[in-house]
């Protein structure tokens, strides 16, 4: 049985996510992501998760709140992740990732994709998961990603930053 054949029997998870630079593009940053189930009756459960760096960028946060949500995820699911970043939600729903893969992270003229370590680690942290990517226009009224966004800028603007390690 292929994964798309199993999906109907995964969990369904929503995944809110957001990211947050002060001072973009290298200032302190951080993610906030909110990870949101029910079960068979219909209980809904929540788990929220943060975490800040002390020089990174708000694309590179947007990436590390969907990043640090998938990687939460203890056994297969099939996952709807929100986000007000178009730069993550197009990546997928427009193709650009595929076309990125096979131009071996080049963007022709544009030269080399940006942030590749952290989409090399989304990709391998959604491999088991079944995906879709949902846009929603951010600071406009959205619970959870009002949530998010206090979330992250929360974490930018704490005091247990850690190091944003670049990996390209």
Not at 114 to 133: C, G, Q
Request: aromatic fraction near 8%; charged fraction near 25%; charge should be neutral.
């Amino acid at each position: 049985m292929s994964r798309q054949e199993g999906s109907n029997l995964m969990q369904e998870i929503r995944l809110y996510s957001d990211g947050s630079a002060r001072g973009n593009p290298e200032g302190p940053g951080g993610y906030g992501t909110i990870l949101q189930y029910r079960n068979s009756g219909g209980e809904l459960f929540e788990k929220e998760l943060s975490g800040g760096y002390k020089k990174t960028t708000n694309n590179r946060m947007e990436l590390m709140g969907c990043i640090a949500g998938l990687e939460a995820l203890t056994r297969p699911c099939r996952v709807t992740v929100v986000s007000d970043s178009k730069y993550l939600t197009d990546a997928f729903n427009q193709g650009w990732i595929d076309s990125w893969i096979k131009k071996n992270w080049n963007r022709g003229k544009s030269g080399p994709v940006k942030n590749i370590d952290l989409w090399k680690r989304l990709l391998r942290a959604a491999e088991p998961h079944v995906l879709s990517f949902v846009w929603v226009k951010g600071h406009a009224g959205h619970p959870e990603n009002e949530r998010c966004d206090a979330l992250a800028t929360a974490a930018a603007d704490g005091n247990m930053l850690s190091e944003d390690v670049r990996d390209e």
